[in-house]
């Protein structure tokens, strides 16, 4: 199994090439491409979620705590209706960093299975299609750069691991017993199996809601109706000369 560092280093290689390709070959502006970068960089430590070991945990949950409040701040208090306020913003803001940073780090340590559903390929498409969701207001092409850049950086994630399950003993190639642990569609757990697809379908069928909604033509603006304005002095109709008209 590859190391932390290893997972990092690859991942910030790709992150890199990712959002240069993104700005250069496709138009993207350098916030989008930077940001498509970043994540495609931090996908590629998110399969370590199920990890046992304390470093990758503390420093991904510490990332997850910083960026997640500032993609979904604006919602929250928009579904809570709290003030738009800088201090209701800022209290939203440290609530949701100390909920993901302590009670997000707590759950799945309870929950989480080393290798297990979190270490899959379910879990990189629905990676990929929570950012899809969190950039809602975002242009369709943004949305996919965002999504992609995600799955990228996990599934280098989980071909690196289950590269180094071959083992080369001078004479032969060995398996390890880690050996298709990574890339894989199911795991020993049939609770946690359920759960993943669950939440996968559940996903899958927002996605396809949002982009439903993207491609619908916007609605028309209500046309004005002009009205014929009558000139009194040129309409045939009416005489122009009262003097000779007998009233009886």
């Given at each position: 199994m590859a190391a932390f560092r290893e997972h990092v280093t690859v991942s910030g290689m790709?992150?890199?090439?990712?959002?240069?390709t993104a700005y250069l070959?496709?138009?993207?502006?350098?916030?989008?491409?930077?940001?498509?970068?970043?994540l495609t960089a931090f996908g590629g430590m998110l399969p370590d979620l199920d990890s046992k070991t304390s470093r990758p945990v503390r420093e991904l949950f510490g990332i997850l705590a910083a960026v997640t409040p500032l993609l979904i701040l604006g919602e929250v208090v928009k579904a809570l209706n709290l003030p738009t306020t800088r201090e209701a913003g800022a209290?939203?803001?440290?609530?949701?960093?100390?909920?993901?940073?302590?009670?997000?780090?707590w759950l799945v340590g309870q929950v989480a299975v080393h290798r297990g559903m979190f270490h899959s390929i379910p879990a990189g498409f629905i990676a990929g299609q929570i950012a899809f969701l969190a950039h809602c207001d975002s242009p369709i092409p943004t949305k996919w750069l965002i999504a992609l850049g995600?799955?990228?950086?996990?599934?280098?994630?989980?071909?690196?691991?289950?590269?180094?399950?071959?083992q080369w003993t001078?004479?032969?190639?060995?398996?390890?017993?880690?050996?298709?642990?990574?890339?894989?569609?199911?795991?020993?757990?049939?609770?946690?199996n359920l759960v993943a697809y669950g939440i996968l379908v559940t996903l899958s069928y927002a996605?396809?809601?949002?982009?439903?909604?993207?491609?619908?033509?916007?609605?028309?603006?209500?046309?004005?109706?002009?009205?014929?304005?009558?000139d009194l002095n040129q309409s045939a109709d009416l005489p122009t000369d009262f003097s000779d008209t007998t009233i009886r």
């Open positions: 790709l992150g890199l090439g990712y959002g240069t070959a496709y138009g993207f502006t350098p916030i989008e491409s930077t940001l498509a970068g970043f209290l939203t803001f440290i609530a949701l960093y100390m909920l993901i940073r302590y009670g997000g780090s995600i799955m990228v950086g996990f599934f280098s994630h989980l071909i690196l691991d289950e590269a180094y399950s071959f001078g004479t032969r190639i060995k398996l390890k017993k880690s050996f298709g642990t990574a890339l894989k569609f199911v795991g020993k757990d049939h609770a946690a996605v396809f809601g949002n982009i439903v909604m993207d491609l619908q033509p916007a609605p028309a603006a209500p046309q004005s109706v002009e009205l014929e304005t009558i």
